[in-house]
């Protein structure tokens, strides 16, 4: 073997373990039952949030340090694709927000939905108009841009080592949508399944989207802008129900 041999085979990209990817897969999921149901009114759910948070990020970090795989770090952002992602994400924002106004905010099911978000809020501080947008803006720009490079970037790319495109697609976006299901029920009425159910489809159909349009494009700009731009819908419907 030469050099030059060992050199590239020390440089080519290598694919996470599998335990890695299940711990990646399921930990999101196991964070928001315990901060969202099993813990939601202890003093320290603030803390337990942050800190799921920063282990969860901190895992494809962790393996690019334990990997050597350097040659992430100088990439530069591709932008291929943009255009569909964000005519994507414009669409889909749109329909959330006429959605509501137009139809879901009347119906009888979804009462106590503004209370639900008011109580949650309270439980984590943020129960005021001006923290709720530092929150709002916090979640669709930077944790956005957190999800696609744990979802996308991360987790589908190198499921796709270990199975086909289409696998790699489909089991991401179940893994992105399990803790969203959790978090959905939350601000539903106790009981809620079928609309557990029929609000956590969108979620699944955005992650597939996302995980479909990284695999073809490999542009990490492109879901993220689209993905910010449905958070900036979610975010402007939790405020009108609260405030508005």
């Given at each position: 073997?030469?050099?030059?041999?060992?050199?590239?085979q020390?440089?080519?990209?290598?694919?996470?373990?599998?335990?890695?990817?299940?711990?990646?897969?399921?930990?999101?999921?196991?964070?928001?039952?315990?901060?969202?149901?099993?813990?939601?009114?202890?003093?320290?759910?603030?803390?337990?949030?942050?800190?799921?948070?920063?282990?969860?990020?901190?895992?494809?970090?962790?393996?690019?340090?334990?990997?050597?795989?350097?040659?992430?770090?100088v990439?530069?952002?591709?932008?291929s694709?943009?255009?569909?992602?964000?005519?994507?994400?414009?669409?889909?924002?749109?329909?959330?927000i006429?959605?509501?106004?137009?139809?879901?905010?009347?119906?009888?099911?979804?009462?106590?939905?503004?209370?639900?978000?008011?109580?949650?809020?309270?439980?984590?501080?943020?129960?005021?108009?001006?923290?709720?947008?530092?929150?709002?803006?916090?979640?669709?720009?930077?944790?956005?841009?957190?999800?696609?490079?744990?979802?996308?970037?991360?987790?589908?790319?190198?499921?796709?080592?270990?199975?086909?495109?289409?696998?790699?697609?489909?089991?991401?976006?179940?893994?992105?949508?399990?803790?969203?299901?959790?978090?959905?029920?939350?601000?539903?009425?106790?009981?809620?399944?079928?609309?557990?159910?029929?609000?956590?489809?969108?979620?699944?159909?955005?992650?597939?989207?996302?995980?479909?349009?990284?695999?073809?494009?490999?542009?990490?700009?492109?879901?993220?802008?689209?993905?910010?731009?449905?958070?900036?819908?979610i975010?402007?419907?939790?405020?009108?129900?609260?405030?508005?």
């Amino acid at each position: 073997m030469t050099p030059s041999s060992i050199t590239a085979q020390l440089l080519r990209p290598r694919a996470a373990g599998l335990p890695t990817l299940l711990l990646a897969a399921l930990l999101p999921t196991v964070a928001a039952w315990l901060y969202f149901v099993h813990w939601a009114e202890a003093p320290f759910v603030r803390t337990l949030y942050s800190g799921s948070k920063v282990v969860q990020f901190a895992i494809p970090v962790a393996w690019l340090l334990i990997m050597h795989q350097t040659e992430y770090w100088v990439r530069r952002p591709r932008v291929s694709g943009v255009g569909s992602a964000l005519a994507f994400g414009l669409a889909a924002g749109l329909a959330i927000i006429v959605a509501y106004a137009a139809w879901l905010r009347n119906v009888a099911a979804l009462g106590d939905f503004p209370e639900l978000i008011y109580a949650r809020l309270t439980a984590l501080g943020l129960a005021t108009p001006a923290r709720y947008i530092g929150m709002a803006l916090f979640l669709s720009v930077i944790h956005a841009f957190l999800e696609e490079y744990y979802w996308r970037w991360f987790f589908c790319a190198h499921v796709k080592w270990h199975a086909s495109r289409w696998w790699a697609i489909m089991m991401s976006s179940v893994a992105f949508t399990a803790h969203h299901v959790i978090v959905v029920a939350c601000f539903l009425p106790p009981g809620s399944w079928l609309l557990t159910a029929a609000f956590s489809l969108p979620v699944l159909a955005g992650g597939m989207f996302w995980a479909w349009h990284y695999t073809r494009h490999n542009s990490l700009v492109a879901v993220w802008l689209s993905h910010m731009l449905i958070d900036v819908a979610i975010m402007t419907v939790g405020y009108t129900a609260v405030w508005g």
